[in-house]
């Protein structure tokens, strides 16, 4: 029969020899593709091969219970094959009687065959069977589960989220084990046909979401997805706008608590990071460690997270349009402590704001490529001393410095980077507006920004609730948190369904 | 369709920045911060001196060139404005006017009127409203502008916070600011007041420089008098028993000290530590009077008598003293004010409160009726603590060498 080398689509012929050969010339002479031909049943009577990634297939698995089983007690294979008749054929036979494994599932053609193979199952071919099984003998070398890299706690949970998507739902699972939570898999990316799993609470999540979030990733046509990014982007809100719409993380318990809201998770295979949809600006600022902690040590620790929001926002710009436009509103020591600094400066204030800010992130940059040994001592030595000589040269002025630096740690206060970066971009655009007209300039700014996040939506929600339509209801986990005795809500306009979360309201003692 | 508005909307965006450019922006150092002004009347208009900080000297740990902390420029000109853009000529850098401290008029111009000065100051966007004036006491302001002072670097700081200080534990002077002045002006149930500075030590050490190289320093400057106005001229001066005195009537004494005399000789000192005082007017017969009620508290500061003070019944002495000296004060205050003519308390505005319509009928002339006007004064003293110990260890001391026995 004539070999065909395209459009795998073919069903599997009956021939083994046809078989392994279209597997051959479609593959290619790829060295971990391994094909294992056996002889069972007794005196080797019916002809069968073996096809696994070496790599992707858990090959103890294999020997001991695929093979062993096979080769080694022709007994159970012709007991299989008296079977056949009810069961089928002979190969369904062999899966119901022989094959000591715990999935195994028909292949009839070749694009689910090498789909499988690829996957890391095990194919059991078999001579005169036009059909085929795939063994789940899915294993390969993982990281593991491991603290988390970035998301750091000090008190709660080390988990974090590892490459593989089967355990990530484990993770998930473990959390959450009520019949409700519906995970459903996509396989998305025509060349990379990566695994993506979609998690929800059947009956707290709103319907009108879980389904725009399936036909967004229905309409993802691409050949690759590497990271959770690619989907991230393909699925998130049209506009114009450096904030990020879709939340990510790689701690379980985020997510867990999440779902628990009525949001809808994503994770991808081949990446820790999860995509909680949809995702709203103070998702951003909220850390798992407020729940962890007491709620007035919470709500004191989260007013400062805003008010270092404002400090990373505002602070070059203030000091930008106070120190060129708007003397008068600096006490007079101040004003001629900072006169005295700029007095041998040679640039306008703008000039050595944005030099500092543009210096300080290309030491930023530096500092997450730089081997582990030295990088925290270039960083000590970038900002401290290099920082301290211009100012001693007279290059800068010892202020700016101290405003550019007290920004910069202010920015780390965000336990969200994407939402840190959107804000990097922000405080340029509103240093050059402070530079050219003042406060006003930096009000208009201002105002422009706000009305931009109150028409930003995320998947229908608008982004800045509970804040934009003032739900009081919501009030209680957004920049304050009460203890968890009085959130007997969940947020309104996620959660359609089942808002009630405690049993009873709390009662007045 | 969406697309093409907003991309229009940002170019236009664009547009506005680049074409306006950035108008009344003024970089740190393209300014030169004045903190005091002074203004003496010359042939043809004015002559303006301004006090310019120097920020290198006056910041740095160590002055280390040797220039002085500020520098004093000065220019004539018909109007005090066309004075200060004259200026430019010799300063470096645009004088600029919104960390004024301190409006120092000299005695020659205050006591020829100094109501066409003041509207550049209300007038200008630069400069506010939070700065004191003062008269200079005999001097041109351009002498008080140059002295340099100790311990403070920018003598017109010294100047303000020495005013503020004074005014509140001394008295005899008042911090007057821009919109009291006008106001005063304005009114006419009251005459306004300038405090008066003079320059005060040794006139051969004038020059700036060399005095901030001693310690004690041979020229400084002193508040001195309050001064009265008439109309918007200054026409005399309070001298300091004058001056408690009027500080009590008007309501701005909050600390202050009294020395009186012990009942057996010696001397005695109280602190008064609040006080508040006000004016009722009457009209009675159709003339109209004026009453003063004082309440204050005090502390025994100083005991310099062999004085029994845990007797029952000598703070009450102590008390009645006080209130006669207090009385004593005001009394001469009045007067003088009367024999300038010139109501720099506000009975007028008080009679206005009392009896609108006779206001109106006699505001015009109100200074004849100023001279004339019965003023009471009620003053209520109470001692309220004596310090830390009762009796003063004096009592105690051996009876030697007459030195407590001076009457």
Known sequence: MAVETDAPVHKLYADLRDNLRQIEAD??????????????????????????????????????????????????????????????????????????????????????????????????????????????????????????????????????????????????????????????????????????????????????????????????????????????????????????????????????????????????????????????????????????HRADVSTLVRILRYAGILIALFLPSLYIAITTFHQEMIPTTLLISLAQQREGTPFPAFIEAVTMEVAFEILREAGLRMPRTIGPAVSIVGTLVIGQAAVEAGIVSAAMVIVVSTTAIASFVFPSYSLANAFRMLRFLLMGLAASFGLVGLTVGVFFLIMHLCSLRSFGVPYMSPFAPWKPADQKDALFRLPIRRMFTRPSLIARQNRRRLRHAPRKR | MMNRKLIVMMAALCAALLISGCWNRRELNDIAIVAAIGIDKRENGYLVTIQAVDPGEVASRQSDSGRPPVTTYYATGGSVIEAIRKMTTITPRKPYFAHLRILVIGEEMARSGIADILDVFSRDQEARTDFYIVAANGQEAREVLNVLTPLEKIPAGKMYKSLEVTERSWAPTVAVQLDELLRNLVDKGRDPVLTGIQTWGHESAKSAGTNSDKMDAPLDLKYRGIGVLKGDKLIGWLNLIESKGFSDITNRLQSTVIETDCPSGGKMTLEIIRSRSKIKGRLKDGRPEIDVYTKAEANVAEVSCRMKLMELGSIAELERKAEDVMKSNAEQAVSKAKRLGSDIFGFGEAVHRANPRYWNRVKDDWDKHFKQIPVRLHIHVQIKRVGTVGDSFMLQMKKSSGIMSSP
């Open chain 1, 27 to 292: 593959m290619g002479k790829s060295g971990d593709i391994v094909l294992r031909e056996v002889s069972i049943g007794t005196a080797g009577r019916y002809s069968m091969a073996l096809v696994y990634t070496d790599g992707l297939a858990d090959k103890t698995l294999i020997n001991d219970h695929i093979l062993e089983g096979l080769m080694n007690e022709p007994a159970l294979v012709e007991e299989a094959v008296q079977n056949a008749p009810s069961s089928g054929s002979l190969i369904q036979a062999l899966s119901r009687h022989a094959l000591a494994v715990d999935s195994i599932d028909p292949v009839g053609d070749f694009e689910t065959l090498y789909d499988r193979l690829l996957s890391g199952d095990a194919i059991i071919l078999m001579d005169g069977q036009a059909e085929g099984l795939a063994a789940g003998t899915r294993a390969w070398k993982e990281r593991g589960v491991t603290e988390p890299s970035v998301e750091s706690v000090i008190r709660g949970p080390r988990e974090a989220f590892s490459e593989t998507l089967r355990t990530n739902t484990s993770l998930i699972r473990r959390r959450i084990k009520d019949r409700n939570l519906w995970i459903e898999t996509r396989r998305i990316g025509r060349l990379t046909k990566t695994d993506v799993a979609v998690a929800y609470l059947k009956n707290v999540a709103s319907e009108e979401i879980v389904e725009e979030v399936f036909s967004r990733l229905d309409r993802i046509d691409i050949d690759g997805i590497l990271e959770s990014a690619y989907i991230e982007e393909m699925i998130q809100d049209e506009s114009v706008t450096p904030f990020p719409t879709v939340y990510n993380t790689e701690r379980p318990d985020v997510v867990a608590a999440e779902l628990l809201e009525g949001k809808v998770a994503i994770l991808v295979d081949g990446t820790p990071i999860a995509l909680v949809v949809p995702a709203l600006f103070v998702s951003f600022i909220h850390a798992s460690e407020d729940y962890y």
